[in-house]
């Protein structure tokens, strides 16, 4: 784990892919009882008021945008949709606001129902990607536009031509031999 954990760029592309590919892109509470909470700038109701907080009613359910936040430019700057590991060379200033509890994210979300899976997850991705891209070469097996995903608590990848199928993305796996 030591080892997996002390290689830098491997590090960027698991905080890069987990970033913009949260795999858990929302999720809901629910408000116990009436709260008022307040926000960091004034923000225009669907009304067209000013507000400078937002009244909460009990039983209200209230949806957690993580993947929203994640890729919000605010935070992560004009190519936040962009995949780029080379951002993690240095720590956004802007984000750090975000309470999350793994990498100012929302990936494994924050607080005290925060994912308690995250650290074996995170190291268990980088075996993987260890292990399989030294050995192999990955290629989708059918155009791009042919994969979609699809949204049940988890985002999985799925053919448009066949969504009856489940979940799936065929690739080309090949050998990969040093020249
Ligand atoms: C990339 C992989 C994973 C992601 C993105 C992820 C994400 C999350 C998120 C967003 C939540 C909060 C859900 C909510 O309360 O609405 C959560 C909760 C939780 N996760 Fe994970 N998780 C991952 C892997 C794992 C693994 C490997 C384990 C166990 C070994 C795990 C165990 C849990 C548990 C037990 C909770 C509930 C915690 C609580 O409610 O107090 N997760 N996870």
Request: with cysteine; hydrophobic share 40%.
């Amino acid at each position: 784990m030591d080892q997996l954990n002390s290689l830098p760029y491997l590090d960027r592309v698991v905080r890069e892919t987990l970033r913009l590919y949260a795999p858990v892109p929302e999720t809901t509470r629910v408000a116990e009882k009436d709260d008022v909470i307040p926000v960091s700038e004034p923000f225009v109701d669907r009304f067209g008021q000013v507000q400078d907080s937002i009244r909460i009613s009990k039983g209200a359910s209230i949806l957690i945008p993580i993947l929203a936040l994640n890729r919000s430019k605010k935070y992560w700057g004009e190519d936040a949709h962009e995949f780029k590991p080379e951002r993690w060379e240095s720590s956004s200033e802007a984000a750090a606001s975000v309470p999350g509890v793994w990498s100012h994210l929302l990936t494994f979300l924050g607080g005290p129902r925060a994912c308690i899976g995250y650290r074996f997850s995170v190291v268990e991705t980088k075996a993987l990607i260890f292990v399989l891209v030294r050995a192999f070469e990955f290629a989708l097996a059918v155009p791009p536009e042919e994969i979609e995903k699809k949204t049940s608590v988890v985002q999985r990848p799925q053919l448009r031509s066949a969504p009856d199928q489940g979940a799936q993305m065929p690739l080309l796996v090949t050998r990969y031999t040093r020249e």
